[in-house]
């Protein structure tokens, strides 16, 4: 007889899941520091306005979903901003009840209810707005590091999933991402997790059919996030998994593009959701741009001679070359990610702002891990420990050093500003 829960128990936090965890408190750390030295912009301003409108009211506008407009640059990114300014209105209102009328936190003028003040006019009420913006995409981005660990550790062993995570944690383009609303990483986590999950799923259609569910589910619900953080994401990824899962499935290739059919369709279903079920808003993300892409190489030169990510740039260097003269880093393990950077790396959107080279990354660090864990298995694999070592602690001291700079609101796209600008004058 199976005992109740007896399927928790197969998780373990060993000195391995310690270490991890520990690599993600420094992440943290960091992105808390950054955010207690933070003000609330007038970005933090946008999400968090659209994002409690997509929770508490519909747009006063007619036709449009909010006063953002349709929005088709991640709806997602402002459910999320929403939700946890939403959440403590209706636990600060309930307590308010209990509260004399002087000392309620929620404090309505002029006849108004509090679900029709804006953030501007709560910011001295509402304690912690600019930290309960940037949590739900903190979290995010641990969840990110989680499964970059999980994935790394299972196909390299302790060693490249140490390596890969640690210069995860200490990569100043995931913390920027990661302290303010921003799409980008909710992208991040839907392209690689799908990518993933399509290599799960196809391995687990050479066993019995009863473990293929979960994994499509999860699959769907991956490509959902993906989709939902950016509709460009979701093609791009179905069909580079899908390629993968022709890689590696003998004898079910048949089934393949059925089951990513169906987990596109269900991710699809789950973004209308996103929009309340609104037709006219769910249809305006289509007949918008936010779907374009082209190549530029533009983003990736950019990145690798950023002075704060010289740690990721020896590792990478050190991994191609050792990709290229070591036969035996030359597997599907090895070169899947790489391939998936090559493509995500190059891409950029042209309809939306968008950060494209922000989804390669992951794969780029899973590809470090894996060569690096081929390197310290070798005869001179102490060598190659003290080296990757040493390129962690580089990282980890550019990355501090970069805080600074992270504080700024520079994510505050000019292009965004005229966008808004132009949809206010065509409302006038």
Not at 125 to 131: A, G, N, P, R, S
Request: glycine content about 10%; aromatic content about 14%.
């Amino acid at each position: 007889m199976t005992r109740p829960f007896a399927r928790l128990r197969r998780f373990h936090f060993n000195f391995p899941q310690r270490i991890a965890a520990g690599f993600l408190a420094l992440f943290l750390i960091q992105g808390f520091w950054i955010t207690g030295h933070q003000t609330l912009s007038d970005r933090d301003y946008q999400y968090a306005r659209c994002g409690r409108e997509t929770w508490e009211k519909p747009s006063p506008l007619a036709g449009y979903y909010t006063t953002c407009g349709n929005i088709h640059d991640g709806i997602l990114a402002y459910r999320l901003a929403g939700l946890p300014l939403t959440l403590n209105l209706l636990v600060q209102r309930g307590f308010d009840r209990f509260r004399t009328p002087e000392d309620r936190v929620v404090q309505a003028s002029s006849g108004q209810g509090s679900a029709g003040l804006s953030v501007w006019e709560l910011r001295h009420q509402m304690t912690h707005v600019l930290l309960l913006l940037r949590l739900p995409f903190l979290a995010c981005g641990c969840v990110l590091g989680a499964g970059l660990w999980w994935v790394t550790r299972r196909l390299y062993g302790n060693m490249g999933g140490y390596i890969a995570l640690a210069l995860y944690c200490f990569s100043p383009t995931v913390l920027k991402a990661c302290v303010s609303p921003n799409p980008d990483i909710l992208a991040a986590l839907g392209v690689y997790g799908g990518i993933y999950t399509c290599i799960g799923v196809a391995h687990a259609m050479q066993g019995p059919r009863r473990k293929w569910r979960p994994r499509i589910i999860l699959l769907t619900a991956l490509f959902a996030i993906a989709a939902a953080a950016h509709i460009a994401a979701l093609p791009v990824t179905a069909l580079l998994g899908l390629v993968l899962m022709i890689w590696i499935a003998e004898g079910r290739r048949s089934q393949l593009l059925p089951v990513v059919l169906l987990a596109s369709a269900g991710a699809l279903l789950l973004v209308f959701a996103c929009y309340g079920f609104s037709p006219d808003a769910f249809s305006y993300l289509f007949r918008s741009a936010a779907g374009f892409l082209s190549f530029s190489l533009i983003p990736v030169r950019r990145f690798f001679f950023t002075f704060s990510n010289a740690g990721v740039v020896v590792a990478a260097a050190a991994s191609a070359l050792l990709y290229l003269g070591v036969p035996r880093s030359r597997y599907f393990g090895n070169t899947a990610p790489l391939l998936c950077f090559l493509i995500f790396a190059a891409l950029v959107t042209t309809g939306v702002q968008a950060s494209p080279w922000l989804w390669s990354l992951p794969f780029l660090l899973t590809f470090i891990g894996g060569v690096f864990a081929d390197a310290f298995e070798s005869r001179r694999g102490k060598l190659f420990i003290v080296a990757a070592s040493s390129i962690v602690v580089l990282q980890a001291v550019c990355s501090v050093t970069a805080l600074p700079g992270l504080i700024g609101d520079r994510d505050f796209h000019l292009s965004r500003m005229l966008t808004l600008f132009d949809f206010g004058c065509r409302l006038g």
